[in-house]
């Protein structure tokens, strides 16, 4: 150990897969007491580091050191025996169990466990962190934010040195992301290092005290935080110069929206079976608007009820002036709508099929399955739609689910492309990819716009929305509060309406 106060040193790190260098002499330095970013974009290495620490992936070259010592993690509970606890982007908890299970999985005594304390324990831990829970409630009946909190406090209950929290906040509202910095503050003063994983920039700068940067597999360089401005960040993670996203049109600007028009897509008093209050909406041609929101205040559940995604029980639907009828996904795709749906690993890609098959499936469906496309078909279209958006993959054949996260979003994007949607709907399309990923998709978007599509746009970033869309309808608690257009798009009048209603 070289470096005053590490709790854990990783020298020259190497890890190679078939073709690819995924790690490339690569150090990381983490102190006691410290919370420290590492950040770059989808393929950089992150994850792979990661997985190298927690003795997922065996390196190839390097040295790991703990405390002062040198270390071999031959799997992910070698690991955890050692101090090293990771709470990753997608849940890993049994949502079957209980809360308190969940917690002490893998810990307990089997049929001499007594489960009387366990749970008085995990409800004492459950209400120091502010997690509202009881610790006998089934994990499964929870939502997305509580299990994230669960998969937390488990981590902070074995009492671990080094804590990696993997893109935690992208399930939390800004309440819980508060929430959690406040006991990320807690467990630095106690002592523990902090490896924090998030495409948030905002939020690096709010918690964090340095950054490490990779790109392509090799280090870029650590830095103090206050050292590295927001845009020499993003221009090292991209690795050219980049004026953090100032070249994006501002979506309030658009032009050419006959707002008079007959709308493309038009619903009166939709609702669904999802908790959501009957609601309005309306988009035009060439139009991007958006829904926002907190998390659960209904932003996902109002587009899967207009993509039939989620069963509708009453309102009248629209389409180009006509009525129509949209019972399920199928009869929304064949009236010209496509959906990018939130969680991309559950309702997106099918993980096992190539990039290709991923690429064709939409259009497949509408052909009907009994009249394939021919191989040749197919690949002319996968390798259109590679080159359009740029996706990094070994080949049309590479299994979706090997490609990184930013890569798969892609991936699903080309396949509602090719099925040339009039009206397309993206729920979440930048969550947990990397800053130029961003970038291209809100390009992506404005260009459509211009071409003439309609785009329904949802992101958890605020300042993403108002960049990119030209009106925001606003919701709370599974109801429209309000819509903003014009000089109201704007950051604290979205805020005020989120939380005071129309006003």
Known sequence: MTTDGAILEMRGICKFFPGVRALENVDFTLREGEIHALMGENGAGKSTLIKVLTGVYPKDGGEVWLAGKPVHIKSPQDAQNKGIATVYQEITLCP?????????????????????????????????????????????????????????????????????????????????????????????????????????????????????????????????????????????????????????????????????????????????TTGIKPFDFEIHQGEVNGFTGLLGSGRSESVRAIFGADRVVGGKVFVDGKPVKIRKPLDAMRYGISYLPEDRKLDGIVGDLSVRDNIILALQVMKGFFKPFSKAQAEKFADEYIKLLNIKTASQDTPIKSLSGGNQQKVILARWLLANPQYLILDEPTRGIDVGTKVEIQKLVLKLAA?????????????????????????????????????????????????????
């Open 451 to 503: 071409e003439g599509k309609s785009v329904t746009f949802i992101s958890s970033e605020i300042d993403e929305m108002i960049r990119t869309c030209s009106r925001l309808v606003v919701m709370r608690d599974g109801k429209v509060v309000g819509e903003l257009k014009g000089d109201d798009l704007n950051q604290n009048k979205i805020m005020a309406t989120i939380a005071g209603g129309e006003s």
């Open 96 to 272: 079957n169990l209980t809360v308190a299970e969940n917690m002490y999985i893998g810990r307990t005594k089997g049929p001499l466990t007594n489960w009387v304390k366990i749970n008085h324990d995990a409800n004492r831990l459950l209400d120091e962190l502010g997690i509202p829970v009881s610790a006998t409630e089934q994990l499964g009946n929870c939502s997305i934010a509580i299990q994230q909190m669960v998969a937390i406090a488990r981590a902070v209950d074995m009492d671990c040195k080094v804590l990696i929290l993997d893109e935690p906040t992208s399930s939390l509202d800004e309440q819980e992301v508060q929430k959690l910095f406040n006991l990320m503050r807690d467990l630095k003063a106690k002592g523990v290092g902090i490896i924090f994983v998030t495409h948030f920039l905002e939020q690096v700068y709010e918690v964090c005290d340095r950054i490490t940067v990779l790109r392509d597999g090799k280090l870029v360089g650590e830095y103090i935080i206050e050292d590295l401005p927001r845009v020499q960040l993003v221009s090292k993670m991209l690795g050219k110069d980049f004026d953090d996203m100032a070249d994006i049109k501002n979506g309030s600007e658009a032009e050419n929206i006959d707002l008079n028009g007959t709308p493309v897509y038009q619903a009166i008093n939709l609702t669904g």
